[in-house]
């Protein structure tokens, strides 16, 4: 999609004609600021390839949740006091 909209600023580019932010959003379903973005040369960065710190306990996480009656935050507590480098309680769910 973004690939479409440069394209499209280009094109416009090349003619020396003004985008009209509005109606590039409207058609191409963004916000008009995306489409300033672009037209202002914006490059999306690549994302890091990391691995979770909670991948090691990724079976007995499955184990631990699946016992009756046991809470995300319980069980989070429980590989938190075990290993306190691991993430926040949010990646854990």
């Excluded at 202002?40 to 960065?45: A, I």
């Excluded at 306990?57 to 016992?67: G, Q």
């Amino acid at each position: 999609m973004m690939e479409i909209i440069k394209a499209e600023l280009h094109i416009l580019r090349c003619l020396k004609m003004k985008p009209n932010y509005n109606e590039l959003a409207r058609r191409f379903g963004v916000s008009k600021q995306t489409i300033s973005k672009y037209n202002n040369g914006f490059e999306k960065k690549e994302t890091r390839d990391k691995k979770s710190k909670l991948n090691k306990y990724k079976e007995k996480i499955k184990e631990k949740i699946n016992l009756a009656g046991a809470t995300i935050t319980g069980v989070y507590k429980y590989f938190y006091s075990r290993d306190n480098t691991i993430e926040s309680r949010s990646s854990f769910a």
